[in-house]
């Protein structure tokens, strides 16, 4: 199955990319159809909204951590219904071996937050308003040497 991404290659014949607010965006004829960004901050989930008799709220250090992960991936520049993929790099334990740390990198990751937690704080971070535009999802948690996001929005159609 080819992805959206090479059927809007094949038609159409200027592919170029740059570098918009730290991002890498790929165009077709002047049109974004990819972002990808590999942010240097540790996966966090999103948190239950807090209910009090005065209201409801987010707790500050969710909203801080929503706020950088917005702010170091940039602004969103595709358009359109979107693909979304995720690839959280929780940091391992200073307590594992070197060899323990070798062995690991790459392999799936269970410790908290959950992955669904994760897919929505980057939703909560990158689409605060209008999160409907993302219709396809793919979400790994795994290894890595240190704590990141790996986040590619890709466009999935005209």
Request: glycine letters at 8%.
């Amino acid at each position: 199955m080819r992805s959206s991404f090479a059927t809007l290659a094949s038609m159409r014949t200027e592919v170029t990319e740059t570098i918009h607010s730290g991002s890498v965006v790929t165009y077709l004829d002047g049109v974004p159809v990819l972002q990808r960004h590999l942010v240097k901050i540790d996966p966090f989930g999103k948190e239950r909204p807090r209910v009090t008799q005065n209201g409801t709220f987010m707790r500050g250090s969710y909203r801080r951590k929503k706020s950088l992960l917005r702010e170091k991936f940039g602004p969103v520049v595709v358009e359109g219904m979107l693909k979304l993929s995720i690839v959280a790099f929780r940091p391992m334990p200073q307590s594992w071996s070197k060899s323990k740390r070798r062995l690991m990198i790459g392999e799936p990751a269970k410790p908290s937050p959950d992955i669904d937690n994760i897919i929505g704080a980057v939703m909560d971070a990158l689409f605060p308003k209008n999160d409907d535009i993302v219709v396809s999802l793919e979400a790994h948690k795994i290894w890595g040497k240190s704590g990141a996001i790996q986040i590619t929005i890709e466009k999935m159609g005209d």
